[in-house]
């Protein structure tokens, strides 16, 4: 593992960084001092520049879509910045890090980006179940105002400023971008459909950017170092610098610092302690349960945008989990296809009924009621799940099932199918995973969901 | 209508309400407003928001439903929430959470009949990396295996 100097958690891994006056100490909020000096389109371009691609799931470039937020002469009116802390994706838990540890991080971000965007107001949605990170964010956007670093006349540049905290109240959908803004509205968490983008109608109807949290503290690096400096760090095509989270069956599971394209193996090795009893690596989900899963023999692929797509699946929210030889692929697929049906919005008939049937299929065959043409159902249902709703949560849950299940398009990651064909040839779980009747696990696991009457 | 928010409840969610330039956006934060006043959310704090937000009590109902982490009536004193999504069911959630079940004498979505505790299941906490995480009232705690239930429960119970 080569030597790395990490910049996102620089500080925030030390006691008592969260307060201002720690932050300023290092020289905190230069950066948003250098920018306020800066054209807005000349920082959009050293974001561009520097390479910096999403941390929230999509990857899409940072620069590029800030760069979408329309001139006011076409579009009047406010425009709005959304920071996502829903961080929701199973297997990722990065950004509470950033916001308990240096909020001021993310908070100078914040006045950059706003600047960059032409937004004179900014929400922190954050998951509900956040009541720590959420008390500490709102001290520091309070420590912020009185510095301030928000308000009618931020750092002095004349540049006005509102910031306030929002806490969403338990529901997955709220991290996917539009559902976030019906939910900020005072709705529902339904997902919009695109376009219209949220870039030119987005919050109250306004040009809106939503970014991830780590995106955003990524912004005062590159203001204060460079986008020379950012791209040096990790692969050209996918630069910067990375929260990796690491969880299920390794020695120290956590969250850890590295340049982008850490491959796998040394994730796993190198930074949380190589497998726990040593026990063989079964299958790796490398950026969140809603990837695609990949075979061990993928082992060497570099966590990166670019690298993971080559090998049919996504660095998503950089949330790997790690399986080792204990596990039943399809008890460990039930479990997160429950999540999908549990967490569907309900708007879209493919995901809602979706969901809940791979859910239910799943399940039969985990408690023996496997039948014969189980697995041709199982994609057929997949197919009408993918590319036809109003948001991808429902490809999400296809995503994984499909690439266990079906040859053609991942022929790598089918290595897990004759596992599931045995569960149905068998009638139970090969591996003795679970008590074999239906009530028994509907008692163990409970419903899938209240509106799933089984 | 029995539920009233406090005067200073009031004056800190109408600043609340200022922040939005819809007053409906301030929906979610009355509803947790109400939850912090009384400990859960019930009809009639539906309908004071309702009222003061300007939106049908209908609309707060079918909001404050889609979302699960809002404390119904009923719900005991300690809410204890155990993760069973796969990072945590692969550290062995379904151990802590028939842990809980045991010491606690109840079951899934139950109430103690002292109604100190309730037990719930719940999705993904964002502490994978600290699996087993369980939420109990507003505080995660980690790391936990089944052979430290008694000793989480006890503490609840000297706690009150
Ligand atoms: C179902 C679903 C859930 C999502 N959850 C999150 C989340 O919890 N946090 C997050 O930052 N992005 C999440 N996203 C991605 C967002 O829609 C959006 O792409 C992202 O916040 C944009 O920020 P970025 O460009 O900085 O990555 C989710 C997407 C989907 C489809
Ligand atoms: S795809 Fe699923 S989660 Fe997304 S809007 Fe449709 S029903 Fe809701
Ligand atoms: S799976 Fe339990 S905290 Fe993520």
Request: glycine content about 12%; some cysteine; hydrophobic content about 35%.
């Amino acid at each position: 593992m080569a030597a790395y100097e990490p910049v996102l958690l620089k500080y925030a891994n030390q006691p008592g960084m969260h307060t201002l006056e720690a932050y300023l100490s290092h020289g905190g909020y230069g950066a948003a001092k250098k920018a306020l000096g800066m054209k807005p389109v000349e920082l959009i371009q050293a974001v561009k520049d520097s390479g910096l691609r999403g941390r929230g799931g999509a990857g899409f470039p940072t620069g590029l879509k800030w760069g979408f937020v329309p001139p006011v002469e076409k579009v009047p009116g406010p425009r709005y910045l959304c920071v996502n802390a829903d961080e929701s994706e199973p297997g990722t838990f990065k950004d509470r890090y950033i916001m308990e540890g240096d909020p001021h991080e993310l908070l100078e971000g914040i006045v950059i980006t706003c600047w960059a965007i032409g937004a004179n107001t900014a929400y922190i949605y954050i998951r509900g179940e956040f009541v720590k990170s959420a008390r500490i964010l709102e001290r520091a956007v309070e420590e912020a105002y009185r510095h301030g670093a928000f308000g009618p006349n931020v750092l002095g540049s004349g540049f006005k400023l509102e910031c306030s905290v929002h806490r969403g109240a338990g529901a997955y959908i709220c991290g996917e971008e539009t559902g976030l803004l019906t939910s900020l509205e005072g709705g529902r968490g339904y997902p919009r459909i695109k376009p219209p983008f949220p870039a030119v109608v987005g919050l109250f109807g306004q040009p809106t950017i939503i970014n991830n949290v780590e995106t955003i503290a990524n912004v005062p690096h590159i203001v204060e170092r460079g986008a020379a400096w950012f791209k040096s760090i990790g692969p050209a095509e996918d630069p910067g610098p990375k929260l990796y989270c690491i969880s299920g069956h390794v020695k120290k599971p956590g969250y850890y610092e590295g340049p982008m394209g850490v491959t796998i193996r040394s994730l796993i090795h190198d930074y949380a302690g190589g497998m726990i009893d040593e026990r063989p690596l079964k299958a790796i989900i490398a950026g969140g349960s809603s990837c695609p899963w990949i075979a061990p023999d993928k082992i060497d692929t570099c966590l990166g945008f670019e690298s993971l797509k080559k090998v049919k699946t996504m660095f998503g929210s950089a949330g790997t989990i790690i399986l080792n030889d204990s596990v039943c692929v399809v008890d460990a697929m039930w479990n997160i296809l429950r999540f999908y049906a549990h967490e569907s919005c309900g708007q879209c008939t493919p995901c809602r009924e979706g969901t809940g049937w791979l859910a239910k299929i799943f399940e039969r065959i985990e408690l023996g009621g496997g039948r014969e043409d189980d697995i041709a159902t199982i994609l057929d249902i997949c197919d009408n799940m993918r590319g036809k709703t109003i948001c991808v949560l429902s490809d999400a849950a296809a995503w994984p099932v499909q690439s266990i299940l079906d040859v053609k398009n991942y022929p790598d990651a089918a290595c897990f199918r004759p596992e599931v064909e045995a569960h149905i040839r068998e009638k139970r779980c090969p591996m003795g995973k679970h008590a074999p009747t239906r009530a028994e696990g509907v008692k163990q696991h409970g419903r899938i969901s209240p509106r799933l009457v089984t | 209508m029995s539920f009233t928010f406090t005067p200073e409840r009031r004056a800190r969610l109408d600043e609340v309400i200022g922040r939005y330039p819809r007053k409906e956006a301030a929906l979610l934060p009355a509803l947790r407003m109400a939850e912090e006043q009384a400990g859960c959310v019930d009809y009639d704090a539906m309908e004071h928001v309702a009222e003061i937000l300007g939106v049908s009590p209908a609309k707060v109902l079918g909001v404050f439903t889609f979302y699960t982490h809002y404390r119904r009536p009923g719900t005991g004193r300690h809410l204890v929430q155990v993760c069973a999504t796969l990072p945590c069911a692969l550290r062995g959630a379904e151990g802590v959470f028939d842990a809980f079940a045991k010491e606690l004498g109840i079951g899934k979505d139950e109430t103690t009949k002292d109604g100190l505790f309730t037990l719930k299941k719940v999705e993904c906490l964002a502490s994978c990396g600290t699996a087993v995480c369980v939420q109990i009232n507003d505080d995660y705690v980690e790391n936990v295996t089944p052979d430290k239930v008694a000793g989480i429960v006890k503490d609840l119970r000297e706690k009150k």
